[in-house]
């Protein structure tokens, strides 16, 4: 079965790092496209970033871009995004799914749906 594991969330200092990671299972990582979704408190999904199987191909939200870095091993089926520069508005859980349909698709959603293709999410806490 599909099953996805964020960690790596925490508190940091405006301007701080994190690193997230993804672990994942039970389908074909290295073929498959990879996706990075936040939620701040109260309000809805905002697509952040993705990544195409070989990890050649990448894309980010204006509002990260150059801040954000996601790559990927695909020999240990793990997904990561690097959080630099952080501002308090970064602040919100951090889930990786599996797939990427455009940006739309997520900020049409109000909060993650209950598929397997979603990892419960790590929170980033972004205050000083």
């Known amino acids: 079965e599909v099953q996805l594991a964020e960690s790596g969330g925490g508190l940091v200092r405006p301007g701080g790092s994190l690193k997230l990671s993804c672990a994942a299972s039970g389908f074909t990582f290295r073929t498959t496209w990879m996706t990075w979704v936040r939620q701040a408190p109260g309000k809805g999904l905002e697509w952040v970033s993705a990544?195409?199987?070989?990890?050649?191909?990448?894309f980010y939200t204006k509002s990260v871009e150059g801040r954000f870095t996601i790559s990927r091993d695909n020999a240990k089926s793990t997904l990561y995004l690097q959080l630099d520069s952080l501002k308090s508005e970064d602040t919100a859980k951090y889930f990786c799914?599996?797939?990427?349909?455009?940006?739309?698709?997520?900020?049409?959603?109000?909060?993650?749906?209950?598929?397997?293709?979603w990892g419960q999410g790590t929170q980033v806490t972004v205050s000083s």
């Open positions: 990544m195409s199987p070989g990890g050649l191909s990448t």
């Open positions: 799914t599996k797939e990427w349909f455009g940006e739309k698709y997520y900020s049409d959603l109000t909060e993650p749906p209950p598929s397997p293709d």
